[in-house]
């Protein structure tokens, strides 16, 4: 962990500190030296760099408050308090996470570098679109909606596919009416982050819907806001993909939909769904489809940031209490108990 730290701070940016310490003062009215010294003081006490501080707004929470936070340090500490990262290529890779969760990954699927070219012939020929993902890249880096009438004929397709390296050539989601009135380009997902305890039982901390936005074919840092397990409502105004920005979107600035209270269906379906697939700590992406919730992948980073911002903390308390009620040996230093990986 102390390599950890000192590789955040050899890359730290003191520009960026500055900007952060501006936007902070502008949007507190506090002193930017006071600003300054707070920052430096969060970053001991809690972990919190300078880009934690700004977007979890720190300087308007008490330090009973920001006690309550999971900064980008006490993240990294959970995850490898948490994960077996020897495992972790089950769920990075695709073509393997595909395999391995067949029964919750219900589209059509085929690993290009395994088949032959006869094989893809045959899945192409069955579909309008392909959504083709790269092996191990994240945030949907990578990815293409491929329409085959676009090419003149296979062989220029599948030249084209071997040289961008796809891994996996899938079914195009089509997804719930309800959820594609939200944003109709992208599969908008549900990021549902899930823990064991050391009971090896499933817990389910938080669901985000996530949606893309201007003409983007993804939904990844675009918007997304809290959604309530038990009803599917949509708790909150949207906030911005980019969480620096705290731009807050009462409806989605392409529809037009207004978000909050707006109800995504079959949320108690993905959460059961979740919980049998759940394995340590994970974020699953939940995409909605008309028959019911599907799996897209899931992450072994969940981040820290989107689950915990001012609009959808009126109370000013982070995530640590909900995972504490789950995972109470990370915070007494013992060892957690699960030994159930896959």
């Not at 695709?94 to 059509?108: A, H, M, P, S, W």
């Not at 570098?113 to 045959?122: I, P």
Request: charged share 25%; aromatic share 14%.
């Amino acid at each position: 962990m102390a390599n950890y730290i000192f590789r955040i701070l050899a890359h730290a940016s003191l520009g960026k500190m500055k900007t952060a310490v501006k936007t902070c003062h502008e949007r507190s009215g506090k002193s930017s030296a006071k600003i300054f010294f707070d920052m430096l003081y969060c970053a001991k006490k809690y972990g919190a760099g300078y880009y934690d501080y700004q977007i979890f707004a720190f300087y308007n929470l008490s330090k009973k408050q920001r006690a309550t936070y999971v900064t980008r340090l006490v993240s990294k500490k959970f995850n490898t308090f948490m994960n077996d990262y020897d495992y972790a290529h089950f769920l990075e890779n695709k073509d393997e996470f595909n395999e391995l969760y067949k029964d919750c990954v219900r589209r059509g699927f085929i690993q290009l570098q395994k088949a032959t070219k006869e094989e893809v012939r045959e899945f192409c020929s069955k579909r309008e679109y392909i959504f083709c993902k790269m092996q191990d890249l994240e945030c949907g880096h990578g990815c293409e909606r491929i329409k085959i009438s676009d090419y003149p004929d296979f062989d220029d397709l599948y030249k084209y596919l071997k040289e961008k390296d796809f891994c996996i050539l899938e079914d195009n989601i089509t997804q719930h009416p309800d959820v594609a009135k939200l944003y109709p380009n992208a599969v908008n997902s549900m990021r549902i982050i899930t823990v064991l305890d050391s009971k090896g039982e499933p817990h389910v901390l938080y669901i985000v819907q996530k949606m893309g936005t201007g003409g983007s074919i993804i939904d990844n840092n675009c918007l997304f806001t809290p959604v309530d397990p038990e009803t599917g409502k949509i708790l909150y105004p949207a906030h911005s993909g980019d969480t620096i920005k705290g731009i807050i979107y009462e409806e989605h600035p392409d529809t037009h939909v207004h978000l909050q209270g707006y109800t995504i269906p079959f949320v108690k379906e993905a959460v059961q769904m979740v919980l049998k697939a759940a394995i340590r700590y994970v974020g699953w992406d939940v995409a909605t489809t008309p028959d019911g919730p599907e799996i897209i992948e899931g992450n072994t980073y969940c981040a820290h940031d989107f689950w915990q911002l001012p609009p959808h903390t009126p109370d000013g308390i982070g995530m640590l209490p909900t995972i504490k009620k789950y995972v109470p040996e990370f915070f007494c230093g013992g060892k957690q108990g699960i030994k159930r990986v896959f």
